[in-house]
């Protein structure tokens, strides 16, 4: 089966830094795009950024500038760095990718667990 593992969520004060990442094993025969959404309490959750296999990155237009995804498609993982953080960036935010995989036998999302990242005033 496959999994996706985060890492890298925390609490950091507003204008701070933090780099999540998020690593897909399993049977994994090909990555469509990876990306990275967020809920906070009482939203709903929201498309971050995403990264398209061979095509170009988008985000949302709250982090344009400040949010950065990236992708080592030889370990497939994908990563966001996250700078000049504000406290209405606070959410679980959760990894994703559209892959596929040995069954069922067709591309289809998968999803992490979550980390939390937290901004204080």
């Known amino acids: 089966q496959v999994q996706l593992v985060e890492s890298g969520g925390g609490l950091v004060q507003a204008g701070g830094s933090l780099r999540l990442s998020c690593a897909a094993s399993?049977?994994?025969?090909?990555?469509?795009?990876m990306g990275w959404y967020r809920q906070a309490p009482g939203k709903q959750r929201e498309l971050v950024a995403t990264m398209p296999s061979g095509g170009t990155s988008a985000y949302a237009d709250s982090v344009k500038g400040r949010f950065t995804i990236s992708r080592d498609n030889a370990k497939s993982t994908v990563y966001l760095q996250m700078n000049s953080l504000k406290p209405e960036d606070t959410a679980v935010y959760y990894c994703n990718a559209n892959l596929l995989s040995s069954y069922p036998r067709y591309y289809k999302d998968y999803w992490g667990q979550g980390t939390q990242v937290t901004v204080s005033s």
């Open positions: 399993g049977i994994i025969f090909s990555i469509n795009a």
